[in-house]
């Protein structure tokens, strides 16, 4: 079957197939595949579909935004059935006291920039595996058109099921990472680790686009990799940094130290330098926030390459713990935060607080810090 008559078959009228061709075979190409995944004809103008949902103008012109698409002109009918139950949908969840509306703002925004990301990375996968192969083989312009929407159409039930599944593992673990918090203190805290490539700057300049992107690739899968062995998760990634939390220090600290250890021995990718703090957290739109945060995005960037340095709260936590050594460094103080204690965590032995440090010396620092930060609480009252 040609585009033109799936297209046809699709119900699409004649008039946007011809302004479709003319426009070349992309046109066409992503005409049937916005028809495969969006089905339905695009028969409202945004104020037809808010009278149909129910909201006020703004107030959907918000709830839109918040999903990750840009505004529409008044009088352009780009609006389907499927967008006016999704919307109904939403709507429904307010009325019901489910959520209200600025939770389900921030809920939109979550879905829409977690839901961006996976469908960029989806074509990116199906633009290398199938289009360029064809290209390369000397396929038409019109030929390629139909391959990319043929498959599009053959994955997508196959895709939606994962996806549906995904999200319901997803939410039955973040569940029982609620329920165990409220069990425990009812509050949350979490151990928050930074791990940044040392020198990604410099070397961003030396590598073509497909070089970098290998790099990226590979410091991101590592990454993953590591984190999840360990028990955390990874919240995000951000170019050359990946951000990280976990429910305990001790996981924390295996993740830091490993981190250190795979990149370092890696010959494609430079060292890391990784940072780690525990403490109250703000769960917030899939981020985290607060003091524990702060503090670990302050200490990455005074480790030095090929090192983890934890914060003292960490060191307490886990100093007698035989999977652990330890150095300490001098008290620096950080932007925001003042003056902080800090540890090198290294695996036993390796220069060590257990192998090298007397724990008199250890004593001695934490009761300077205390004194200091005394002293310090005096001064500001």
């Known amino acids: 079957m040609t585009l033109r008559e799936f297209l046809h078959a699709q119900g699409v009228p004649e008039e946007e197939i011809a302004a479709a061709e003319e426009q070349g075979a992309d046109a066409v190409q992503l ?20 009278e149909q949902v129910g909201f006020d103008l703004d107030e959907a012109r918000r ?3 918040a ?24 709507k429904a969840l307010i009325d019901q006291g489910v959520v209200d509306p600025e939770v389900a703002l921030q809920l939109a925004r979550v879905f829409g920039q977690s839901l961006s990301r996976m469908a960029d990375s989806q074509m990116a996968t199906l633009r290398a595996r199938v289009e360029e192969p064809l290209r390369n083989a000397g396929a038409s ?40 918090i409220g069990a425990e ?20 300049q030396q590598f073509d686009e497909h070089e970098l992107a290998a790099t990226v690739d590979r410091f991101e899968n590592i990454a993953y990799d590591t984190v999840a062995e360990h028990g955390g998760r990874v919240v995000k990634m951000i170019g050359d940094e990946v951000m990280f ?80 050594g330890w150095k300490p460094l001098r008290p620096r103080r950080l932007k925001g935060i003042g003056w902080t204690p800090m540890w090198v965590l290294a695996r036993p032995g390796e220069g060590s607080s257990r192998t090298g440090l007397p724990a008199e010396v250890a004593r001695r620092m934490r009761s300077r810090r205390e004194r200091r930060q005394a002293k310090e609480d005096e001064e500001e009252s």
């Open 31 to 50: 005409l049937a595949i916005d028809r495969i995944l969006i089905p339905g004809e695009q028969r409202y103008t945004r104020a037809e579909l808010v």
């Open 63 to 65: 709830y839109w935004r």
């Open 67 to 90: 999903l990750g698409f840009p505004d529409t002109a008044d009088d352009d009918r780009v609006f389907t059935d499927s967008d006016v139950e999704a919307l109904r949908t939403l």
């Open 141 to 180: 312009e019109q030929e390629l058109a139909e391959s990319v929407t043929a498959v599009t159409a053959a994955i997508l039930p196959t895709i939606e099921g994962f996806v549906t599944y995904l999200w319901r593992r997803h939410v039955a673990a973040a569940a029982q990472r609620q329920l165990f």
């Open 185 to 204: 203190s009812g509050h949350e805290t979490a151990t928050v680790g930074f791990a940044d490539m040392v020198g990604f700057t410099a070397i961003s």
């Open 245 to 324: 939390v976990t429910d305990d220090p001790a996981s924390g600290a295996l993740i830091a130290m490993t981190l250190a250890e795979v990149y370092g021995d890696d010959e494609n990718l430079p060292d890391v330098r990784v940072g780690l703090a525990t403490g109250p957290v703000l769960p917030r739109e899939g981020d985290y926030f607060g003091p524990a945060v702060n503090r670990a995005s302050r200490i990455v960037n005074i480790a030095y390459a090929g090192s983890a340095v934890v914060s003292d709260e960490v060191h307490e936590a886990l100093e007698g713990d035989d999977r652990f």
